[in-house]
């Protein structure tokens, strides 16, 4: 798993291989932290292009409560709401973390508390989407609570858990913010020989924090719209649901 710059993970246990039909690239496009620019722009352009993205919505978020039917919408269009955890803890002791708050510090909590609000979001989620099944994106892809790792006893309760997968260097996460269209597209075209998924992980679209206009996320769209017989563009449940394993 090569990542961008700021990220650096232990080696998980190495397991699966994907592969995808056609020989073609697997691209997760993702979505984080259940921004209203999300539902006003991300989804009407995906859904242009019948693309199935995963939403790694925070039941805590006030655009949870406030549009929750929009976010049962998506879910009954395919698409995947995925879990971030119940509060977004993140470790406040790192590098640019001015804005993690006190109640919000994952370096308060326990590995138990840490897990066990993480299936409490699960609860959460199958009451909006029916769903017992799904993938899990670690808020800040922190790995530790009081210095001992909590993501290994997730994992039998998701299908995946993005950006920890040790997979030999066969897939890339990146998480663009304020970049053109053609860097985006850039990006795509340009992933090593042996890449086989591409995660793309966005924040905000045209609005929100972290974003990426309306028109750079709209091209590449259009891109790989135009590219089908070279991605595989889903839910990231349905594209590691769909690998072959070697
Ligand atoms: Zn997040």
Same mark, same amino acid.
């Given at each position: !798993?090569?990542?961008?710059?700021?990220?650096?993970?232990?080696?998980?246990?190495?397991?699966?291989? &994907?592969?995808? &039909?056609?020989?073609?690239?697997?691209?997760?496009?993702?979505?984080?932290?259940?921004? =209203?620019?999300?539902?006003?722009?991300?989804?009407?352009? /995906?859904?242009?292009?019948?693309?199935?993205?995963?939403?790694?919505?925070? +039941?805590?978020?006030?655009?949870?409560?406030?549009? !929750?039917?929009?976010?049962?919408?998506? *879910?009954?269009?395919?698409? #995947?709401?995925?879990?971030?955890?119940?509060?977004?803890?993140?470790?406040?002791?790192?590098?640019?973390? #001015?804005?993690?708050?006190?109640?919000?510090?994952?370096?308060?909590?326990?590995?138990?508390?840490?897990?066990?609000?993480?299936?409490?979001?699960?609860?959460? /989620?199958?009451?909006?989407?029916?769903?017992?099944?799904?993938?899990?994106? &670690?808020?800040?892809?922190?790995?530790? =609570?009081?210095?001992?790792?909590?993501?290994? +006893?997730?994992?039998?309760?998701?299908?995946?858990?993005?950006?920890?997968?040790?997979?030999?260097?066969?897939?890339?996460?990146? *998480?663009?913010?304020?970049?053109?269209?053609?860097?985006?597209?850039?990006?795509?075209?340009?992933? +090593?020989?042996?890449?086989?998924?591409?995660? !793309?992980?966005?924040?905000?679209?045209?609005?929100?924090?972290?974003?990426?206009?309306?028109?750079?996320?709209?091209?590449?769209?259009?891109?790989? *719209?135009?590219?089908?017989?070279?991605?595989?563009?889903?839910?990231?449940?349905?594209? !590691?649901?769909?690998?072959?394993?070697?």
């Amino acid at each position: !798993m090569a990542l961008f710059a700021g990220f650096s993970f232990p080696a998980a246990n190495a397991q699966r291989i &994907p592969t995808w &039909p056609d020989n073609k690239i697997a691209v997760s496009l993702s979505y984080d932290d259940a921004l =209203a620019s999300q539902l006003d722009n991300a989804v009407p352009a /995906l859904n242009k292009y019948n693309f199935k993205a995963s939403f790694y919505i925070v +039941p805590n978020s006030a655009n949870v409560q406030s549009r !929750m039917g929009e976010w049962q919408a998506l *879910a009954s269009e395919g698409h #995947e709401l995925g879990n971030h955890s119940l509060f977004h803890p993140c470790s406040a002791s790192k590098a640019s973390r #001015e804005w993690v708050s006190e109640e919000q510090n994952l370096d308060n909590y326990t590995a138990e508390r840490a897990i066990r609000e993480v299936l409490t979001a699960n609860v959460f /989620l199958q009451a909006l989407d029916g769903k017992t099944q799904r993938t899990f994106t &670690p808020p800040c892809f922190d790995t530790q =609570a009081a210095q001992s790792d909590f993501i290994a +006893p997730l994992r039998a309760h998701f299908i995946a858990i993005k950006g920890l997968d040790d997979d030999n260097g066969r897939s890339v996460l990146w *998480a663009p913010s304020s970049v053109t269209g053609q860097q985006l597209i850039d990006y795509v075209k340009n992933v +090593p020989e042996e890449v086989q998924l591409i995660n !793309m992980l966005f924040h905000g679209v045209g609005g929100d924090h972290l974003s990426v206009s309306v028109a750079a996320h709209a091209q590449l769209l259009d891109y790989l *719209a135009a590219n089908k017989e070279r991605y595989y563009v889903d839910s990231y449940i349905n594209i !590691m649901n769909k690998q072959t394993k070697e």
